[in-house]
C-alpha cells in the first residue's frame, strides 16, 4: 500500500508570513498532484509535477518534487488569508496492474491564515 | 460542460436503509473515481471506472458498497443497509486517461452523507 505523508496537519499563521508544507513517501509516484479545498467542495488541482526535481510556480506558490519522486513540498510566500484552505498532496500510481493511474492523497494540511 | 455533477448534495438517512448517489463526469473523460473523505481528512480511494469497466475496488469497499457505470456514462454509488459509520463525504471525480500526458482530474462537489 501507497502511503503519503503529510506535515504539518495544521498550520496557523498571521498574513505576511511564508510556509511550507512537505509531503513525503517510501514509494515512487509517476506524479504527484497537489490540491486545495473549501469546506463543503470538492478539491481543485493546483498543479501536476512528473519529473524529478521539478520546480512549478504558481504566483506565490512554488511546488518542488522529490529528484527520487518520493517527495514533495508547497511552499506558499507571504500567505493572505485567501490562501486558508485544505491543502491535499495526492501521488498518482506508476504503472503496471490495475492501480495504474491511481491517486492516493495525503491526510492534508489545515492552513489558517489570519488577517 | 459544467464539470462534474453529483447529486444529492446532501443526504440524511436512518440507519439500515439504503441510498444512492450518482455522478456525471465531464463527457470526454473515460475514467471516473469514487472516493470517501472524512472531516478534515484526505479522500480515501473507493472505486475506480475505465468506461464501463470497474478496474478496482479498495478493501474500503465493503459488500454494502456497489458501484456502476454503465454505458460509461454516469456512475452510481448504492450503499445498503447503511451504518453510522458511512457518514461522509463521498467524492467523484474524472479524468482523461491519455498516456503517457498527466491531466489532472477534476472533482465533484461531493454528496455528504449522515447516517442518523
Known amino acids: 500500500t501507497q502511503l503519503l505523508e503529510q506535515s504539518p496537519q495544521f498550520l496557523s499563521i498571521q498574513e505576511g508570513e511564508n510556509l511550507t508544507v512537505y509531503c513525503n513517501s517510501s514509494?515512487?509516484?509517476?506524479?504527484l498532484q497537489w490540491y486545495r479545498q473549501e469546506p463543503g467542495e470538492g478539491p481543485v488541482l493546483l498543479v501536476t509535477v512528473v519529473t524529478g526535481g521539478e520546480v512549478k510556480k504558481l504566483k506565490r506558490l512554488t511546488f518542488q518534487f522529490g529528484d527520487a519522486r518520493k517527495d514533495s513540498s508547497l511552499h506558499i510566500t507571504a500567505a493572505q488569508p485567501g490562501d486558508t484552505g485544505l491543502y491535499l498532496c495526492a501521488g498518482r500510481t506508476g504503472a503496471g496492474g490495475t492501480s495504474y493511474g491511481k491517486l492516493t492523497f495525503g491526510q492534508g494540511t489545515i492552513l489558517t491564515v489570519h488577517p | 460542460d459544467t464539470g462534474v455533477s453529483q447529486n444529492p448534495r446532501h443526504k440524511i438517512t436512518k440507519r439500515g436503509q439504503n441510498v444512492t448517489f450518482r455522478c456525471d463526469p465531464i463527457s470526454e473523460h473515460n475514467r471516473l473515481y469514487w472516493y470517501r473523505q472524512t472531516l478534515g481528512q484526505g479522500p480515501e480511494f473507493l472505486t475506480y471506472?475505465?468506461?464501463?469497466?470497474?478496474?478496482?475496488k479498495s478493501r474500503l469497499l465493503s459488500d454494502r458498497f456497489s458501484a456502476e457505470r454503465p454505458k460509461g456514462s454516469f456512475s452510481t454509488l448504492e450503499i445498503q443497509r447503511t451504518e453510522q459509520g458511512d457518514s461522509a463525504m463521498y467524492l467523484c471525480a474524472s479524468t482523461l486517461w491519455a498516456e503517457p500526458a498527466n491531466y489532472g482530474y477534476t472533482f465533484g462537489s461531493g454528496t455528504r452523507l449522515t447516517v442518523v
Open positions: 514509494s515512487v509516484f509517476s506524479s
Open positions: 471506472f475505465q468506461n464501463e469497466a470497474q478496474l478496482e
